[in-house]
């Protein structure tokens, strides 16, 4: 297994456009989250999904944000009309449920809104 | 702010021991962890604990857990450059991880 993987590793957007990121978990876990890192600042969490449902979001994620896990495996998280306060490291892990051994975090996708 | 408080920095000669604290807030956390992450990438679990243990060893790795006071510590023995890094402590909280802000973690020759 490779790990959990983020694409892309870096993006760089204009305000006001749509981004989307992609994030592979582990094949057999079936938790995925989704963390937002800003500088000097601990990961915050934005939402998770158990296999294909949406359990839990964040106050932090406002309605121009959204999040998919469509067939329980990989998830995206696209920010829509996006604003300079969005640029952070986006982090996705993952986990299975029932075990409390942590989560496997990706490396991450780093978002500059210029 | 978050929950999970730690200090901000900690600076340590090569080959001292590093001991980085963190308060957390909810005693009926179950498991407690320390989190690494070095420069532009994601972070690494390096430990956790259970809070029906008091400490855990783990090769140069020693945490200690004050359930009374809240208080986890993570010791480095024989800290290396390799350790240089930000080091986050989180708590299982309502089926999710909460993290402090991190303590960087800076090993001078």
């Known amino acids: 297994d490779t790990g959990v993987s983020q694409n892309p590793r870096h993006k760089i957007t204009k305000r006001g456009q749509n981004v989307t990121f992609r994030c592979d978990p582990i094949?057999?876990?079936?938790?995925l989250y989704w963390y937002r890192q800003t500088l000097g600042q601990g990961p915050e969490f934005l939402t998770y999904f158990q296999n294909e449902a949406q359990l839990e979001k964040s106050r932090l994620l406002s309605d121009r944000f959204s999040a998919e896990r469509p067939k329980g495996s990989f998830s995206t998280l696209e920010i829509q009309r996006t604003e300079q306060g969005d640029s952070a490291m986006y982090l996705c892990?993952?986990?299975?449920?029932?075990?409390?051994?942590?989560?496997?975090f990706g490396s991450g996708t780093r978002l500059t809104v210029v | 702010g978050e929950d999970v408080e730690q200090s901000l920095f900690l600076s340590v000669r090569e080959g001292d021991s590093s001991v980085i604290n963190c308060t957390y807030t909810d005693s009926s956390s179950t498991y407690l962890y320390w989190y690494k992450q070095e420069p532009g990438a994601g972070l690494q679990l390096l430990t956790y604990?259970?809070?029906?243990?008091d400490m855990k060893q783990d090769q140069r790795l020693t945490v200690l857990l004050n359930k009374k006071d809240k208080h986890l510590s993570l010791r480095i023995a024989d800290t290396q450059t390799g350790d240089s890094a930000i080091y986050f402590c989180a708590e299982m909280r309502f089926d999710k991880l909460s993290f402090g802000a991190g303590t960087t973690v800076t090993v001078r020759a």
């Open positions: 604990i259970f809070s029906n243990m």
């Open positions: 094949s057999e876990h079936n938790r």
């Open positions: 892990a993952s986990s299975l449920a029932g075990e409390n051994y942590g989560y496997t």
